[in-house]
T-cell receptor
């Protein structure tokens, strides 16, 4: 199957700093990428949908100025957590969807990034 | 809105035991249904899917049947192995141009020898 990578896999930062997480589709072009946040013992919460070359669509309650998403190419999307605070500590997962209109086109998930804000 | 409810774990089974993880959903329209698996330290992988009523998805000995009348998509396996230990997520997608997956909370399965 297709491979999606995330970098870094783990990051620890100080409160008030910004952290960038990269999501890459390694062997396919992804017109759409999704960013999720996974809380302990809870489901994945969709944060935003990112389409190549256009602004991301954020879910209700997600601060777009705090979680900056850029989808500059068909293989790369970045999530920047700005002015991070301890409550932003979480597991962030991206997924990439191949092009096509089929509703059930498979989404391929990255391995996730563990962010810890001190 | 769309929602997925799955049995909360953790579930602990002995090797070769029968597995059932219940999943029910509410959705507008006619969703496609999925089971994803997350092995320790890894990302989610698609395990199986079904796109219309009465379809049965199957993979690696796991099965799930799309039951429209009971809005369910229960995951089953006849004989689990230690290597099946993971977190299992039921999910649905209704498309409508957004292709957004709605996930259940996940069920952690531990299989002991």
């Amino acid at each position: 199957g297709a491979v999606v990578s995330q970098h870094p896999s783990r990051v620890i930062c100080k409160s008030g700093t910004s952290v960038k997480i990269e999501c890459r589709s390694l062997d396919f072009q992804a017109t759409t990428m999704f960013w999720y946040r996974q809380f302990p013992k809870k489901s994945l919460m969709l944060m935003a949908t990112s389409n190549e070359g256009s602004k991301a669509t954020y879910e209700q309650g997600v601060e777009k100025d705090k979680f900056l998403i850029n989808h500059a190419s068909l293989t790369l999307s970045t999530l920047t957590v700005t002015s991070a605070h301890p409550e932003d500590s979480s597991f962030y997962i991206c997924s990439a969807r191949t092009s096509g209109i089929a509703v059930d086109n498979e989404q391929f998930f990255g391995p996730g990034t563990r962010l810890t804000v001190l | 809105g769309n929602s997925v409810t799955q049995m909360e774990g953790p579930v602990t089974l002995s090797e070769e035991a029968f597995l059932t993880i219940n999943c029910t959903y509410t959705a507008t329209g006619y969703p496609s249904l999925f089971w994803y698996v997350q092995y320790p330290g890894e990302g989610l992988q698609l395990l199986l899917k079904a796109t219309k009523a009465d379809d049965k998805g199957s993979n690696k000995g796991f099965e799930a049947t799309y039951r429209k009348e009971t809005t369910s998509f229960h995951l089953e396996k006849g004989s689990v192995q230690v290597s099946d230990s993971a977190v299992y997520f039921c999910a649905l997608i209704t498309g409508a141009g957004s292709y957004q997956l709605t996930f259940g909370k996940g069920t952690k399965l531990s299989v002991i020898p």
